[in-house]
């Protein structure tokens, strides 16, 4: 399955690409002063509705060097909830961050994903699954844009 979303930052993509490129994993880290290794594992909790934290779920995360492409910086990443592999699907995907007009920016998510459990879990993923992707795409996205718009040296906001 093809998922895919973004959302828009006052920011101007000069600035957003130098944050990014200085530690792409503080975008989604538990603290600023956090300090990861190369290509170490990122966990992380998503709830994708809001007023419903026993519907989210922490998953493992793996983002992969930025690099530019055309007008763009990506970022390859995976992710996948750890001890319930068969459950959750993985995901794998790219971040991207775009110019979007002089001041702002714009961060889109771009993934796949199989469905778990074969025949039924893609029936129940048209049915409903797909929408809590598409939720957990967007609270993803929304606390990224959270993190870039805080200054430089405060406090991650968890996501």
Not at 4 to 8: A, G, L, R, S
Not at 152 to 159: S, T
């Given at each position: 399955m093809l998922i895919?979303?973004?959302?828009?930052i006052d920011r101007d993509f000069d600035e957003v690409r130098a944050q990014v490129r200085t530690d792409p994993r503080a975008?989604?880290?538990a603290s600023a002063g956090a300090a990861y290794r190369e290509?170490?594992?990122l966990s992380l909790r998503l709830t994708p509705l809001r007023g419903?934290?026993?519907l989210g779920k922490t998953i493992d995360v793996d983002l992969a060097e930025p690099y530019e492409r055309e007008d763009r910086l990506v970022i390859p990443m995976h992710w996948w909830a750890p001890g319930a592999t068969r459950?959750?699907?993985?995901?794998?995907?790219?971040?991207e961050f775009a110019p979007l007009g002089a001041t702002t920016?714009?961060?889109?998510?771009?993934?796949s994903y199989d469905p778990p459990l074969g025949f039924v879990g893609r029936r129940a993923d048209v049915l409903l699954l797909h929408r809590i992707a598409e939720a957990s795409i967007r609270s993803f996205l929304v606390r990224v844009t959270r993190n870039l718009e805080r200054p430089?040296?405060?406090?991650?906001?968890?996501?």
């Open positions: 895919q979303d973004f959302v828009q975008l989604i880290a290509g170490e594992r419903l934290p026993r459950l959750f699907p993985h995901l794998d995907g790219d971040l920016s714009q961060i889109t998510l771009m993934a430089v040296g405060a406090r991650v906001i968890p996501v």
